[in-house]
């Protein structure tokens, strides 16, 4: 589309030198002032040019084609073509008028003044040059003023005085320069962008505007766009102490970066959280890449099992990034690792309804299950025995324990009979479930578990137990 613009305007360009051939110069200034009145700068710029090569002595044609150039932002241009009417009429009021307000619109208050001073050396009760030398000296003080407030706890008066600049001074390159880091404090990383990228469609080589450019544009987490403006900042200046550092910093960074997701891929874990964790103190101020690497550490520590670190990684991950569903995941998970059921269930249920997925909501079964299986009797704790023990283990366990709390000895335990029974009926049930095959599995799974226990206890302990043990007895658990 481009190529086709760009081929349409030769071929337009061509029919105007055919056109203007053997036109008068009236006839090509008649047409070049109708093309400035409907907008058609380029236009105009191509008849203007072509009535200077039949008369490049007058000041009036450079003075137009200036004009024409001044809409199309062409300001170095323009100040050429005026600089040569002035040359060529050195009274020429008009030619000093229009320089001057341009140099004023860009800032450059010195020589727009020597302009308008000029004026009034020529003409003393020129009014518009002495209107123009009262702008100028505003803009000037509120340059001067948003200088001296750079960097200042006041932003506010820093905006209100380049408010003041732009007022009078709508091409200064200084103020918009100084607009830039104001918007770079604010975090308006798109505004910077769009501004500077406007000033170096004229200043191709402005480093200052390249360096803010780029740091947008890390600040964006555009690692390709960052690294190539600072490299074009060191280009145009190679000693650009700023430059320099930006430019090693995000070379470092997103290189510690990608070694960090590397050694993740890997499931290298311990590798993947140092780099993780190296990256963070790089530059705190960006927050889209910091989002990316506390995820990473919130991922990798609850590998680790460093449950408190990790869920430390998620809401640092969140502070910065609140809607981030996966820092949600992996802070529930972590609350689990570290039996915070209650606070891991509220965690998760939260993600699974910012995103309902099957994963976070086989999340929020997972912990409702680890609730259940917290809340009823730990069989193995009872028995002294742990998940791992064999048959043979867990029988001798039951044995000795069985003998130690019967109701029979209550009293050389320093219990009560009432005591003892109760501490007896949780041996009984412990064994049952953990001495069954299927029943200890269910366990395990924290599955429901109905326990139907008939008289005597295993073992050999037979009926008529003191205390009521002869009796049959009935254990339902119920985790809902």
Not at 13 to 30: A, C, N, R, Y
Request: charged share 25%; net charge neutral; proline share 2%.
């Amino acid at each position: 589309m481009k190529a086709c613009t760009v081929a349409w305007r030769w071929v337009w360009l061509m029919l105007l030198v055919d056109w203007v051939h053997g036109k008068s110069i009236g006839d090509v200034l008649k047409a070049g002032d109708s093309a400035i009145s409907t907008g058609q700068y380029t236009s105009a710029v191509g008849l203007y040019s072509n009535a200077i090569r039949q008369d490049n002595a007058s000041a009036v044609l450079f003075l137009k084609r200036a004009a024409a150039y001044v809409n199309l932002a062409q300001l170095g241009l323009a100040l050429k073509d005026m600089g040569t009417a002035i040359e060529l009429d050195s009274k020429h009021l008009q030619g000093y008028l229009h320089r001057g307000r341009l140099l004023r619109s860009t800032c450059d208050f010195a020589a727009a003044e020597n302009d308008f001073e000029r004026i009034l050396e020529l003409k003393a009760t020129h009014k518009g040059a002495a209107k123009e030398l009262g702008l100028l000296q505003q803009g000037r003080q509120a340059l001067e003023q948003a200088v001296a407030n750079k960097g200042s706890v006041a932003a506010s008066k820093t905006r209100a005085a380049l408010a003041a600049v732009f007022d009078v001074a709508p091409n200064c390159i200084d103020a918009k320069l100084l607009q830039a880091e104001l918007m770079l404090d604010d975090q308006d990383y798109g505004g910077v962008v769009a501004m500077m990228g406007i000033l170096l469609k004229g200043q191709p080589n402005n480093v200052p505007a390249l360096y803010l450019r780029g740091k947008s544009y890390f600040y964006m987490d555009d690692q390709s766009m960052a690294k190539r403006h600072f490299g074009e900042a060191l280009k145009y200046d190679p000693e650009h102490k700023e430059a320099k550092a930006e430019f090693t910093k995000v070379r470092s960074l997103y290189k510690k970066k990608a070694q960090a997701e590397e050694a993740e891929g890997k499931q290298d874990w311990t590798n993947a959280e140092r780099l993780y964790a190296e990256a963070t103190f790089v530059d705190t101020a960006a927050t889209l890449i910091n989002t990316a690497l506390w995820l990473g550490l919130c991922r990798t520590r609850w590998h680790l099992q460093l449950s408190e670190a990790s869920v430390e990684a998620c809401d640092q991950t969140l502070s910065l990034q609140p809607d981030n569903v996966e820092a949600v995941k992996y802070k529930a998970r972590a609350l689990l690792q570290n039996d915070q059921l209650d606070l891991a269930l509220q965690t998760a249920k939260q993600a699974f309804e910012q995103q309902r997925t099957q994963e976070l909501q086989q999340l929020v079964q997972e912990i409702e299950k680890a609730q259940k299986m917290a809340a009823r009797k730990d069989y193995y704790k009872i028995l002294a025995v742990t998940q791992s023990s064999h048959e043979r283990e867990i029988k001798q366990a039951y044995r000795e324990m069985a003998k130690k709390y019967h109701p029979d000895k209550a009293e050389s335990q320093g219990l009560s009979v009432q005591q003892a029974e109760a501490k007896f009926t949780d041996i009984a049930e412990a064994y049952e479930v953990l001495s069954d095959y299927e029943k200890r599995a269910a366990y395990d799974r924290g599955d429901d578990i109905e326990l139907q226990q008939g008289s005597g206890f295993p073992g050999g302990f037979g009926q008529g137990s003191p205390g009521g043990f002869g009796q049959r007895t009935q254990f339902s658990f119920h985790f809902g």
